[in-house]
């Protein structure tokens, strides 16, 4: 290899460090005049600022669930945020957590794609000083500081189970529509189902787990698969609201309406249609709202100091009332609720 | 060997090429279809089919099956005819999959917004939108002398980000959509899907007017040499932006046809489905540097991709493994692609030099 | 790099002064500046170290892709390769390799991906978009074949931690220090070396590159190689970055790639570019999206105006190539125009 003269290489080398060197050097300057590098002490004389970091955005589950914790925000007069990407994917959301932490922001309410992805953004957000609240789906205990879970694992993955085996008779081939892949409370849902199933329900047989990705077209385009692939199928448990809507809609215009029962957690206005032309008979969900309500204000006690985050804890959650912090600090809003034909006019969400 | 010997199938390829005109029509026409792409790309369609029912007859005689058959590949088909007639200039139309988001949320949003609108006009200004969107792409290439891949590239992001900023976080639901356009998406017309006809209806126009029209023979000139072609006199700026605005106009269609079949539109609809198209048309037979190839291929290649799509999981392969398969099948077509020009390259000067 | 007599008429300052290194450095420098001031938060260690952490695999592929561009061709195939060494490194890590040969593994994979993508389009002739784009779906497949739509997260801390932590107190990630080893080797073989001069001669005329010697076959394999080992590391980065192998990783990062490169100053036609406009063009692009990420600004308005600024940038090179055909009369050593088509070979 011959080199040619040389020709600036200086300057190269010189231009990246010196681009580099100079957002450095104004960093360094700003750090020092920064303040504090926030402790959750500080920024309790000013105001909190509580941002909710969903799954994914454009997900009416969510969406009802973070206009339940600004409700809350809006109570206790701090500021709310809400940011999320476009799909569940588990890395998508490190870039909001960090652009939280480099916000200094008092309190970050997630709802996680994956148990241990998002952990060290989340580790590295707490060191900045924000405070982090799962709900809905957890990450490893490790890397937050409190979960608010909707009702406990072992009664959610119960009722659906419940209401598919009765509907079909005890007996048959039932399948499950999921989310992602890894989110931590699909995964915990589907390994009670089948403990459930295996120790209750012996003839009742489990053949096929797909993923919807909470995206409504995969979730409908795979349901069309699951009924082409499976013809005996009976019943089909879909655990996540987008994946319920869209199994419905594909099924309330296809031939399998009625002999296929469908159900799982979805949310009354998106089943309401479904409910009254009979593709669905009942299926189960908790208050979202309630959900981001109740985690807004554990963040705020968390953020201001009145708890800590370890079982025994107790703080006032706004009009829920009083909760306390169970085990490996995680709070429970209630049980699941059954939504039928009859009752399904009641609510509105 | 002799080129005026056609008495085996084996001399009549070269007779075809260098002497079609000698030939009985019949025989030409024969010869040129058993040759032709488009033939394989069916005969491997009916073989993926007829496995698959093998295994679970459900898979083509339930009446659903048989309508989703259909339906699923209409969107892609829409794409896929729209995006061999800008290849076959020698450029390519990534932009595709944002256009198609862009005019589904605007479908849904007219029909949220102006609920008085008839479903016809709503599907015309679709497309109308459709067709703007292509002719920036088309006056951007037209005029600037930039190749169209990074043209496109940058449309890409731009009507993705426009949708994306429009509807945030919103989508349009299946319960905000009239009644009748939804049963569109489901509507059957003779045992075919009202929208599998659309895009069978668009796909026959197109094919006739590439094959019979002066402006549809003269996109096959400017891809094969466009120095050439703009050395004839051939309007070569006025050919590629309406092949942009066709293009741009077929994937509004698709997004009101999307809107149509799933209901439910969120803002990033259509991503990626730009990289399906290119795959169908390039397996369908159209050359990737232009000048041959026709949209029924393109049209039988997206008909191809969907239905492997479905098969899969019915011969036990996850469908995991779909995006794999159609990389080989994309490769191989061209591997192919390139093997049978050398060849007939090869023929033609052998025949040139014995002549 | 290619120099017409032209380029030589003016003094040495002004070449540099006007040229468009010059011109996106400074851009880079006022945006930095303003941003500092301007937005809550930007003057912060903790801003330049994710903005470092989370352009690292673009700038590390940019650098080979350069190149590539350079010749003419194109690699549409780099996020997959990403997506395939991130799996592989997951896959084979769960089942109980050492992640340190699992890595290595990963990155010979990425140079048998580089070594098919070399092979047809140098060997066997194809059209290099062609390939690209089915081998794209082809590694992308084998990718989320191997793992579905399951995600391996459980990494060792040690090596988790490495591909986060930074260089002392300084803030500057570990990343930063291969990214310039590697960004001083390619400017080397680039600018320095027979074989970069050699890439650019295929880009202006492939025949006359032949004939003046150059190997072209090999030099566009060794460019495929290249892209293939170093998407490979970038992959096994963003794994371990990010604590997550996923097949669908890195979706669409390919774009991102070209776009900064187009961006850098690379023309498409080949035949011009150099690597720092690359890098300037990445660091900038990097900077709007965390500048704008921080004002809360969404990711969507961020991708219309990359959208924008390459189109912008790549018809400007045009533009401005156009020109001076208008004030001044054709001098024989005027660059050659090509005919509007696709990505030529």
């Not at chain 2, 005029?143 to 900023?165: D, E, M, Q």
């Not at chain 2, 700026?237 to 799933?262: D, K, M, Q």
Request: net charge neutral.
């Amino acid at each position: 290899m011959k080199l040619l003269s040389t020709r600036g290489g200086a300057l190269v080398a010189a231009a990246i460090i010196g681009s580099l060197g100079l957002s450095a050097c104004g960093n360094a300057t700003d750090d020092a005049t920064s303040g504090s590098s926030g402790s959750g002490s500080a920024s309790a004389a000013t105001k909190l600022s509580i941002t909710f970091l969903p799954k994914n955005l454009g997900n009416p589950y969510f969406d009802t669930s973070d206009a339940g914790g600004k409700k809350a925000v809006e109570e206790f007069g701090g500021t709310y945020a809400e940011v999320g990407p476009q799909t569940g994917s588990p890395d998508a959301q490190v870039q909001y957590i960090n652009t939280a932490a480099q916000q200094r922001t008092s309190g970050l309410v997630v709802s996680a794609n994956d148990p241990k992805a998002i952990c060290d953004a989340l580790n590295e957000a707490r060191k900045a000083g924000t405070k982090v609240v799962t709900f809905d789906s957890d990450t490893d205990p490790t890397c937050r500081d409190l979960f608010v879970n909707q009702a406990t694992s072992e009664g959610i993955a119960k009722v659906q189970t419940d209401l598919v085996t009765k509907a079909i008779g005890d007996t048959g081939e039932i399948a499950i529509l999921s989310a992602s892949a890894n989110a931590t409370n699909q995964n915990a849902w589907i390994d009670l189902i089948k403990k459930d199933l295996a120790a209750n329900h012996p003839n009742v047989k489990l053949v096929d787990v797909v993923y919807g990705n909470d995206d409504d077209q995969t979730s409908f385009d795979k349901t069309a698969a699951l009924l082409q692939s499976h013809p005996n199928l009976k019943g089909i448990i879909s655990p996540t609201t987008v994946g319920i809507a869209a199994a419905a809609r594909y099924l309330s215009t296809s031939d399998k309406k009625g002999k296929v029962y469908l159900t799982g957690l979805g949310t009354p206005n998106q089943m309401k249609e479904f409910v009254k032309d009979g593709t669905v008979k009942e299926f189960a969900l908790w208050n979202p709202g309630d959900l981001g309500y109740l985690a807004a204000f554990a963040a705020k006690a968390l953020a201001d100091g009145t708890i800590t985050g370890k079982e025994g804890d107790k703080f006032t959650a706004g009009s829920l009332g009083d909760y306390t912090v169970g085990a490996d600090s995680v709070v429970l809003l209630g049980d699941p609720f059954v939504f039928n034909a009859e009752n399904i006019d009641q609510f509105n969400f | 060997m002799t080129p005026t010997d056609t008495t085996t199938h084996e001399e009549a390829a070269p007779e075809v090429l260098l002497h079609p005109s000698r030939m009985p029509r019949g025989r030409r026409w024969l010869t040129t279809l058993l040759r032709s792409r488009e033939l394989s790309i069916l005969l491997v369609l009916l073989l993926v089919i007829a496995v698959a029912t093998i295994k679970t007859p459900s898979f083509l005689f339930s009446s659903n099956s048989w309508r989703d058959l259909l339906l699923t590949p209409s969107i892609l088909i829409l794409l896929a005819v729209g995006q061999a007639v800008v290849i076959i200039t020698r450029n390519v139309d990534l932009s595709v999959g944002s256009v198609l988001g862009l005019t589904a949320y605007l479908t849904g949003r007219l029909f949220i917004d102006h609920p008085s609108l008839p479903i016809v006009a709503v599907v015309l200004i679709g497309v109308l939108a459709g067709a703007a969107l292509g002719l920036v792409n088309g006056l951007l290439v037209g005029f600037g002398r930039v190749p169209a891949l990074v043209i496109t590239l940058g449309t890409l992001y731009i009507y993705r980000g426009i949708v994306l900023t429009w509807a945030g976080s919103d989508r349009i639901n299946a319960s905000d959509l009239p009644r009748d356009f939804l049963a569109l998406g489901t509507k059957q017309v003779l045992g075919f899907p009202v929208l599998f006809l659309v895009a069978l209806a668009v796909l026959v126009a197109v094919g006739y007017h590439l094959h019979t029209a002066r402006s549809g023979r003269e996109l096959y000139a400017i891809g094969s040499d466009p120095d050439a072609a703009v050395l004839y006199g051939l309007r070569v700026r006025r050919r590629l932006i309406a092949a942009f605005v066709l293009s741009g106009a077929l994937a509004g269609l698709a997004g009101v046809v999307y809107t149509a079949r799933y209901g439910t539109v969120s803002s990033d609809a259509g991503s990626g489905i730009e990289l399906q198209a290119v795959a169908a048309v390039v397996v369908g037979g159209v050359a990737i540097f232009g000048g041959s190839g026709t949209v029924w291929g393109a049209a039988l290649g997206a008909v191809l991709l969907v239905t492997i799509n479905r098969a899969l999981p019915i011969v036990g392969i996850p469908d995991f493994w779909q995006q794999a398969l159609v990389g080989v099948l994309i490769l191989s077509a061209i591997v192919l692609d390139r093997v049978l020009s050398v060849r007939r390259a090869r023929q033609l000067i052998e025949s040139r030099d014995d002549a | 790099m290619s120099r017409t007599y032209a380029d030589y008429t003016h003094p040495w300052w002004r070449r540099l002064v006007v040229s468009r290194e010059a011109v996106m450095l400074a851009l880079l420098v006022a945006l930095v500046v303003w941003a500092v001031g301007n937005i809550v938060f930007f003057g912060t260690t903790l801003t330049m170290t994710y903005l470092l952490l989370d352009t690292a695999p673009v700038l590390l592929i940019a650098l080979p892709m350069t190149m590539v561009i350079i010749t003419g061709e194109i690699d549409l195939s780099v996020a997959s390769v990403v997506g395939l060494s991130s799996v592989l490194l997951g896959d084979l890590t769960r089942s109980g390799l050492p992640i340190a040969l699992a890595a290595v593994i990963a990155l010979l994979a990425g140079l048998a991906c580089g070594a098919l993508n070399g092979y047809l389009v140098a060997y066997v002739g194809l059209p290099s978009l062609a390939v690209t784009i089915g081998t794209l779906a082809l590694f992308r497949g084998l990718a989320v074949g191997l793992l579905g739509t399951t995600a391996v997260t459980d990494f060792p801390k040690g090596w988790t931690s490495l591909a986060t932590s930074q260089v002392g107190s300084t803030g500057v990630p570990l990343i930063t220090v291969p990214f310039l080893v590697l960004a001083g080797a390619f400017a080397l073989l680039l600018h320095f070396s027979s074989f970069g001069r050699g890439v650019y001669d295929i880009g202006l005329s492939k025949e006359a590159a032949l004939f003046s010697g150059v190997d072209v076959r090999r030099t566009v394999l060794v460019l495929f190689l290249l892209t293939g080992v170093v998407s490979a590391f970038a992959g096994v980065y963003f794994t371990l970055r990010f604590g997550s192998a996923r097949g669908d990783n890195a979706t669409g990062l390919e774009l991102q790639v070209v776009a900064a490169v187009l961006l850098g100053g690379v023309s498409i036609f080949g035949g011009r570019g150099r690597l720092l406009g690359v890098v300037l063009g990445v660091l900038l692009i990097g900077t709007i999206s965390s500048a704008l990420r921080l004002q809360g600004v969404t990711v969507n308005v961020i991708n219309i105006i990359i959208g924008a600024l390459l189109i912008a940038s790549v018809m400007s090179t045009s533009v401005l190539a156009w020109l001076p055909g208008l004030t001044r009369r054709k001098s024989p050593g005027t660059s050659p125009h090509k005919t509007p088509s696709g990505v030529g070979s």
